[in-house]
């Protein structure tokens, strides 16, 4: 099982990038997908997670900025990031419960220029 994160980016404050991570391999069921970050010298932390039927969680930073989705028949999760802050550089990975099983992507870096 892979997870493959892409999408990240330079961007200005203000701007937009949308990640993406799909999930490859031998899948017997897909649950909860998500995403996190971690900034230099700081712990990961979660951003959002999606769970199979859709229902979404969000870190109270990026509440309002960021939305999370799914696409179940490609085994992809999304992350739309808007409003992007500074504050919002780090390094993205998505996570996937397979079969039961937490699975990491490789990280994707996101920077945000002020």
């Known amino acids: 099982v892979q997870l493959q994160a892409s999408g990240g980016g330079l961007v200005q404050a203000g701007g937009s990038l949308r990640l993406f991570c799909a999930v490859s391999g031998s899948i017997f069921m897909l649950g909860s997908m998500g995403w996190y970050r971690q900034a230099p010298g700081k712990q990961r932390d979660l951003v959002a997670t999606i769970t199979g039927g859709g229902i979404t969680n969000y870190a109270d930073s990026v509440l309002g900025r960021f939305t999370i989705s799914r696409d179940n028949a490609k085994k992809t999760v999304y992350l739309q990031m808007n409003s992007l802050k500074p504050e919002d550089t780090a390094v993205y990975y998505c996570?996937?419960?397979?079969?039961?099983?937490?699975?990491w992507g490789q990280g994707t870096q996101v920077t945000v220029s002020s």
């Open positions: 996570n996937a419960y397979v079969s039961g099983a937490a699975r």
